[in-house]
């Protein structure tokens, strides 16, 4: 068993040693042949790094039967197709970094709309400006995205700040506009009549570059756009084009196009080079809290010992996989190749 990086603590590693598995732990940061030489003789992975489990990588690491990733975005670090075609089967923790990352949102929210960063570092050049900024309270806020995080910040935004709320969403949330007074509405019209527009997401094919310069146009010139999801919902050169001739008034995000952050001046969307003001930019920090790692890596080691115990795992999150288990009561124990032909039935 390989478990990359080091937020998975000693206790823990320990946990999985109990299943039977020998434990590797490679801290250093693994990619292509080294990620591959790490894995030839593993049966599971639990990916806690930042490595990259491309198609090859799989391919060449024939004994390897789970990838069990320490997050809920795992289509970012792993070729999940490719995985269900070789008879791997991936798990993932979803609903650990729920609150974590709402609470990042939110201090994004009040630090644009406050001008927190921005103040500060003029504060401490010298300058002492009475700037004027806006209240939270009886603005409205557009949530996209009203899955378990969205719904969080929906939460805290609504009852702790006496924000209006409206949303869009796959689906309708009934207990969410019960519960908060919301409204569904069509994302143009959440665009335009949202004061602050928060992006809570999941990156799908259909929802990269969702927000491009016809929605920003559609914003408020005041209006402040959050983004803890991924940096690709938003197109990156149409925001910076409405930073700068102030269709809209300031943007933050939570992880960027290019990780780590390139230097300004090799940024081809030129938003590095905004002033605090406009942009602001946090390391895709959201669910880097204590509270938050324990809980995925408690649920993480869970699923390993389950699945090496029964070959199944209620977070296994490619559905063909889960399919073959209804072939074969076994399959954890089958030889890779005959899992995926088992899929394939």
């Given at each position: 068993?390989?478990?990359?990086?080091?937020?998975?603590?000693?206790?823990?590693?320990?946990?999985?040693?109990?299943?039977?598995?020998?434990?590797?732990?490679?801290?250093?940061?693994?990619?292509?042949?080294?990620?591959?030489?790490?894995?030839?003789?593993?049966?599971?992975?639990?990916?806690?790094?930042?490595?990259?489990?491309?198609?090859?990588?799989?391919?060449r690491c024939e004994q390897l039967r789970l990838l069990s990733f320490l997050g809920t975005g795992y289509g970012s670090f792993v070729d999940a197709d490719a995985a269900t075609e070789l008879g791997i089967a991936i798990t993932n923790t979803p609903g650990a970094n729920t609150t974590s990352v709402a609470e990042l949102t939110v201090a994004h929210v009040l630090n644009a709309r406050r001008r927190v960063t921005d103040l500060n570092n003029l504060t401490k050049q010298g300058q002492f400006?009475?700037?004027?900024?806006?209240?939270?309270?009886g603005a409205t806020v557009g949530v996209v995205g009203m899955g378990?995080?969205?719904?969080?910040?929906?939460?805290?935004?609504?009852?702790?700040?006496?924000m209006s709320l409206v949303y869009h969403s796959r689906e309708r949330k009934p207990r969410i506009e019960d519960a908060l007074g919301a409204k569904s509405v069509p994302l143009n019209q959440l665009l335009a009549a949202s004061d602050v527009v928060v992006l809570a997401a999941a990156t799908t094919p259909e929802t990269i570059g969702l927000v491009g310069a016809d929605q920003l146009n559609r914003m408020r010139p005041d209006a402040i756009l959050i983004n803890t999801a991924r940096a690709v919902l938003v197109d990156g050169h149409a925001l910076s084009r409405a930073l700068r001739e102030d269709v809209i008034a300031t943007a933050a995000f939570d992880g960027y196009y290019v990780e780590p952050v390139p230097t300004?001046?090799?940024?081809?969307?030129?938003?590095?080079?905004?002033?605090?003001?406009?942009?602001?930019?946090?390391?895709?920090?959201?669910?880097?809290?204590?509270?938050?790692?324990?809980?995925?890596?408690?649920?993480?080691?869970?699923?390993?010992?389950?699945?090496?115990?029964?070959?199944d795992d209620e977070f296994i999150v490619n559905p063909a996989y889960r399919a073959s288990?209804?072939?074969?009561?076994?399959?954890?124990?089958?030889?890779?190749?005959?899992?995926?032909?088992?899929?394939?039935?």
């Open positions: 068993m390989v478990v990359t990086g080091t937020r998975v603590s000693e206790g823990y590693l320990a946990l999985i040693r109990q299943s039977g598995l020998h434990v590797v732990n490679p801290t250093e940061h693994l990619s292509g042949d080294a990620l591959v030489h790490a894995l030839e003789d593993a049966q599971g992975y639990l990916l806690a790094g930042d490595e990259i489990a491309t198609r090859e990588v799989l391919a400006p009475r700037t004027m900024t806006t209240d939270l309270h378990a995080i969205g719904s969080a910040i929906a939460r805290i935004l609504v009852d702790g700040f006496g300004p001046e090799c940024d081809e969307y030129r938003l590095l080079s905004l002033p605090d003001a406009k942009f602001t930019l946090t390391p895709h920090t959201g669910a880097l809290t204590i509270s938050a790692n324990d809980r995925m890596c408690a649920m993480a080691v869970a699923s390993v010992r389950s699945f090496f115990a029964t070959g288990l209804s072939a074969t009561p076994d399959v954890a124990s089958l030889p890779r190749r005959r899992v995926a032909e088992h899929a394939d039935r």
